[in-house]
């Protein structure tokens, strides 16, 4: 049971360039969600997803793109990066809508955008 | 509006000691709460849960911690610190529909032997 499976875990890109941070789960989890962690920050929601083909926004949701074609995967785009997207970005996903499951976090990708 | 509150970003205990690390929310609705974990270079891992049923709640490596509604407060404590609890300590909430949670801003723990 690999549980959340982020990819890439490190990555570093160039001001301007695209990339997608890939996130797949294998629990059947209709819910899926990514955050940044910044130091002193805590984490913040990016975008979430309560289920195939719906998104939505969370607290920091400018210069990222989301879809969710599958239940499994819920990848992340970064279409012209930015230094300030340097950063830790995790995916989490649940079992429901019901926050009692709490959530299963992947490893994490590191980001540097120089 | 920030629906979690945790103070003092950097917590040094001294092995063996009391571990105290204090959340506090704001909520209109009876919430879920929520303690996380983060080991170095590692995802989040869920310590304990608040949802409903017993006030005080026991979690992984004899942490424990109490929900106080007249305090808004989920407290986090572990009687006797060893070493291999530095780490990151995240207090989350539900917020708004959609199963959205909220996070503190952590509590980064040092342990001194």
């Known amino acids: 049971n690999a549980g959340v499976t982020q990819t890439p875990k490190f990555q570093v890109l160039k001001t301007g360039q695209s990339m997608t941070l890939q996130c797949a789960q294998d629990?059947?989890?209709?819910?899926m969600s990514w955050y940044r962690q910044d130091p002193g920050m805590g984490l913040r929601l990016i975008h979430y997803?309560?289920?195939?083909?719906?998104?939505d926004q969370g607290e920091v949701p400018n210069g990222y793109n989301v879809s969710r074609s599958t239940t499994e995967d819920f990848p992340l785009r970064l279409l012209s990066a930015a230094p300030s997207q340097t950063s830790v970005y995790f995916c989490?996903?649940?079992?429901?809508?019901?926050?009692?499951?709490?959530?299963?976090f992947g490893s994490g990708t590191r980001l540097t955008v120089v | 509006a920030q629906s979690v509150t945790q103070l003092g970003s950097h917590v040094s205990v001294s092995e063996g000691a009391l571990v105290l690390l204090r959340c506090n929310y704001s909520?209109?609705?009876?919430?879920?709460l929520f303690w996380y974990v983060q080991y170095p270079n590692q995802g989040l891992q869920l310590l304990l849960k608040?949802?409903?049923?017993?006030?005080l709640v026991k979690g992984i490596n004899g942490f424990e911690a109490e929900f106080k509604k007249s305090e808004t407060s989920f407290h986090l404590t572990k009687p006797s610190a060893h070493m291999s609890d530095a780490a990151e300590y995240f207090c989350?909430?539900?917020?708004?529909?959609?199963?959205?949670?909220?996070f503190g801003k952590g509590n980064q723990v040092v342990v001194i032997p």
């Open positions: 909520s209109s609705v009876p919430p879920y």
């Open positions: 989350a909430v539900t917020e708004g529909g959609n199963n959205r949670l909220a």
């Open positions: 629990m059947n989890h209709e819910y």
């Open positions: 608040y949802t409903s049923a017993a006030t």
């Open positions: 997803s309560v289920g195939a083909g719906i998104t």
């Open positions: 989490a996903s649940s079992y429901s809508a019901n926050a009692n499951y709490g959530y299963t």
